[in-house]
């Protein structure tokens, strides 16, 4: 059983790949942008730029 999501995805395997592309997306639009330069490593506030 999969927990509800906003992608609204059922499929275990599916969610972690559309997760795994935000994720990614996220992390090229910082890189892209520079603000990358501005996360701070190793905490859980940087962790979730890319997370959210």
């Known amino acids: 059983m999969i ?4 992608l609204n995805i059922t ?7 559309a997760e795994e ?3 990614k997306q996220k992390a090229r639009q ?3 942008s520079g ?3 501005k ?5 859980f506030a940087g ?3 890319f997370a959210t």
């Open 3 to 6: 927990l509800e999501n906003k």
């Open 11 to 17: 499929d275990q395997i599916e969610l972690a790949k």
């Open 21 to 23: 592309k935000i994720s």
């Open 30 to 32: 910082l890189f892209d």
């Open 35 to 37: 603000d990358i330069h």
């Open 39 to 43: 996360v701070a490593v190793g905490t």
């Open 47 to 49: 962790l979730a730029k």
